[in-house]
């Protein structure tokens, strides 16, 4: 069966998924997820594209990445960081075979019903991703989480990240931008911990 087209576009915001083989828990180590966000500083010095948001569960990842006007598109830049840590955790763990499950999966966030909306809950939704599933108490836990730099003014993440257009418009200066979006985290907290309020996925 035929494999759907992606839709290839410039100067919009992919939010990325890809589940590890069979679900393994492979992105579990700290040296792997090290190594992932060099790979992914590799990808940003080699191809020009904006990363926006990143975090790794154990056995899968969420990505935003914003595509540039004359830039890779999203296949050609998902394909190198996919393959680059593939075969860096063979290399290490001396094995061969794939690393990961099947095809990312993408959802281009301006071409959603609301996207400010898909792009705040989809933020929120990453930030949570690990703290949902039992792994953090906070998503302030994991040093790969780079929901952090919308809320904390010290956290200096491991890649580059680059913010969207959609949190700029947030505030007239970091400040207000940072209030606001800690605004929607304290809702999006409350709802998580409230076991009555089911919070929604993104759709991917």
């Known amino acids: ?40 500083n590799m990808a940003l010095e080699k191809y020009n594209f904006q990363l926006i948001q990143m975090e790794f569960v ?28 593939a075969e860096a955790y063979n290399r290490k763990m001396n094995r061969t075979g794939p690393f990961w499950h099947d095809r990312f999966k993408c959802k281009i966030i301006e071409l959603a019903q609301n996207p400010v909306s898909y792009y705040i809950n989809a933020s929120l939704y990453i930030g949570y991703n690990r703290v949902a599933k039992g792994l953090d108490a906070d998503p302030r836990d994991s040093k790969y989480n780079t929901f952090r730099i919308m809320v904390e003014e010290d956290y200096i993440p491991p890649v580059k990240i680059t913010f969207h257009p959609y949190f700029l418009a947030l505030g007239r200066n970091h400040t207000e931008r940072m209030a606001k979006f800690k605004s929607y985290d304290k809702a999006y907290r409350k709802r998580l911990f409230n076991k009555h309020i089911p919070v929604p996925a993104p759709p991917l």
């Not at 990325?16 to 828990?25: A, F, G, K, T």
């Not at 899968?60 to 393959?83: C, D, L, P, W």
């Open 58 to 85: 154990d056995n899968h990842f969420h990505f935003m990445i914003r595509t540039v006007e004359n830039g890779e598109n999203i296949s050609r830049i998902m394909q190198y960081i996919k393959a680059r840590i």
């Open 1 to 40: 069966m035929p494999r759907d087209l992606r839709t290839w576009l410039p100067k919009v915001t992919y939010h990325c998924y890809s589940r590890c083989l069979e679900m393994r828990n492979l992105l579990e180590s700290v040296w792997v997820r090290e190594m992932a966000a060099e790979v992914i």
